[in-house]
């Protein structure tokens, strides 16, 4: 059965960073795009960053570019989110997901990045950034 495990979350002070981890199991994580979203209470759910299975290629939402990294280890079946200089707007609870089924994306990989063909997701994970 695929499932998705997040972990690191954790309160740190603005500035600070933190480095999520999304761990797969019961299927091959380099075969599906995963993605980061994050939903703060109160608020929509938002795409925080995601990684195409076939070229690694990466995508990230305007509020976080230049701030968060993605990155995939295929050895360990996990894909990574560091995060850096946090702000208090970066609070909330980071879930990571997989694509539907590979190649269900298709081009809209390129087009809606990190948006409309996600499934299983995991648990999620909390983060808070103290001022």
């Known amino acids: 059965q695929l499932q998705l495990a997040e972990s690191g979350g954790g309160l740190v002070q603005t500035g600070g960073s933190l480095t999520l981890s999304c761990e797969a199991s019961?299927?091959?994580?380099?075969?599906?795009?995963i993605g980061w979203f994050r939903q703060a209470p109160g608020k929509e759910r938002e795409g925080v960053s995601c990684?195409?299975?076939?070229?690694?290629?990466?995508r990230y939402g305007q509020s976080v570019m230049g701030r968060f990294t993605l990155s995939r280890d295929n050895a360990k079946g996990t894909v990574n989110l560091f995060m850096e200089n946090l702000r208090p707007e970066d609070t909330g609870t980071y879930y990571c997901?997989?694509?539907?089924?590979?190649?269900?994306?298709?081009?809209?990989?390129?087009?809606?990045?990190?948006?409309?063909?996600?499934?299983?997701w995991g648990q999620g994970t909390q983060v808070t950034v103290a001022s």
């Open positions: 997901a997989s694509e539907v089924r590979p190649g269900y994306a298709g081009s809209r990989f390129y087009d809606t990045p990190c948006e409309g063909y996600f499934a299983n």
């Open positions: 019961g299927f091959a994580l380099d075969h599906y795009i």
């Open positions: 990684i195409a299975s076939h070229d690694g290629s990466m």
